[in-house]
Structures are given as structure tokens and as C-alpha cells.
């Protein structure tokens, strides 16, 4: 069968009336919906003690600026605001848990629409961006989130005679923006090989390209940095540093994409080639009768 019918093939296979893309569309979300909410449920059940777990970075800053760790104190100041401030959480935890299934059905429903090379190209792209993300998340909550609050807590000011006391008294709503703006940030950032690589393997992007525009994507990611991170230097070179660093793995994945790509297309084409001589060459007269 040649490559033509095998495209023929695929495409019968991936077409089907409108009615049951929209049943399929509808099983796809429902999914997706009910595992949010059963994460999202799970999360507001125990949104208290995962507060108490973002919080402790605040304590690791608190304990850098030598003061005592152990007297951390966060505040609310309006009645609904720590319920909501869980409400928050818990939807921010359960997205990001139920991340992998909303993916699984995003891919399982687009699946039938592409080629097998293509459906075989996005699979591992699917597994990546979530370890991606949540290597992202890890140096925030490892690293970038403690670095932060030090350099807050290090505008603090000791009473004197001379001097009122300035103490930080961060509010609970306040604080949880701030990680959560932080774990989006670098989560997002860390999805640029991943983007890269799919717009490289569907000739959008190319390796030489992205080379060229070095100079222009560190300036990017300056800004970029700077618009979505918190009004501090800490945290804007914090993000755009891995940003660049990114970019050139990015680059690295695309010379490895496309050097992978030139050995398939000499492979397809030896393999069509032979396949034509084989189909070209005349049957073999047969042998004469002995005497």
C-alpha cells in the first residue's frame, strides 16, 4: 500500500458526523469537569493544611533574616476573606491536579482528527508539560519563594527612639496571590521547550531561526518577567534567567527535532524508492526446459 492510501485510510477512519463529535466533545467534558471538582473538593477539605505548607517558604525567609520562625504570623482583615482566600486554593489545587486528566481528554478528544506520525509526535509533549510545570512550581516553592519574603521582610524596621516600628504582617489573601502569581509565572515559562518543540515539528519555528532571535528573546524575558511577577528585582531576574536558559534548551530541542526529521524523510523516501523499483521491474522469464 503506498503512502497516499495509508493517508486515505486515515482520514476515513478520522471522519464522523457532527453528532457524534458533540456526544464526544460532551463525554470529554464532563470528565474533565467532574475530576476538577472531586479535586477541588479534596483540596477545600484540606485547604487549611495546605496553607499551613505554602506558608512554610515564609518561614525558611523568616529564619534567613534571623528572626524566629516559629512566630510567623499572617492576618486577615475582613470576615469572609481566609474562607475565600481557601476557596481560592482549593481551585488552584485541584486545576492543577486534575491537569493531567483534563489533558489525557483534550488529546483523546483531538486524537481522531490527526495523522498516527501526528498523534505519536503530541503524546510525548502531553507527559512532558506537566513535569515541566511542576519543576517550575518546585523552584518557587524551594527557592524564589523564600528569596522574596527575605528581601521583604529585610525592609522591616526596629523601633527606636528616633524611628517607629515597621513590621510585616502579610495578609493571608495577599500572600497567596503572591505564590500562586509566582507558581503560574514559572510554570508557564518552563512550557517554552514544549511550545517550541511543537511549532519545530510542524515547520512554524526552526532551529536557525530561534539562534537568530537570541538577542530579542532575552529582552522578552525581562519583560516578560517583569509583567508577570510581583514589583520586586528579586523575582523578575529570578524568572528571567530561567527564561533564557530555557530558550537555549529550546533551541538545542530543535536542531534535535530537525536532525531527527531529515533521517525519517531519507528513511521514507529510500523506503518509497525501493518500493517503486519493485514495483517497476519486470517478472523474471522463466527458465528454460533441459534438454
Known sequence: MSATDKERDEIEKSSAPLIEHLIELRRRLIWSLGG?????????????KLFNLLVIPFKWATKWAGLDPHKV?????????FFFTQVKLAMFGGMVIAFPLIATQIYKFIAPGLYKNERNAFLPFLIASPIL?????????????????????AMQQAGTDEQVQISLLPKVSEYLSLIMTLIFSFGLVFQLPVVTSLMTRVGMLSSK?????????IVIAFVVAAVLTPPD??????????????????????????????????????QEAGETVADKAPDEPPAPAAS
Open 209 to 217: 531561526a530561534l539562534a537568530e532571535k537570541r538577542k530579542w528573546a
Open 233 to 270: 528585582p528579586m523575582s523578575q531576574i529570578g524568572l528571567a534567567i530561567p527564561t533564557i536558559l530555557l530558550y537555549e534548551v529550546a533551541i538545542w530541542a530543535a536542531r534535535w527535532i530537525e536532525r531527527s526529521q531529515e533521517r525519517e524523510r531519507l528513511a521514507r523516501e529510500k
Open 133 to 153: 510545570f511542576l519543576m517550575g512550581a518546585s523552584l518557587v516553592y524551594f527557592f524564589f519563594t523564600p528569596m522574596v519574603m527575605w528581601f521583604f521582610l
Open 36 to 48: 476538577f471538582f472531586v479535586a477541588f473538593l479534596v483540596c477545600f477539605f484540606f485547604a487549611k
Open 73 to 81: 504570623e499572617l492576618i486577615y482583615t475582613a470576615p469572609q476573606e
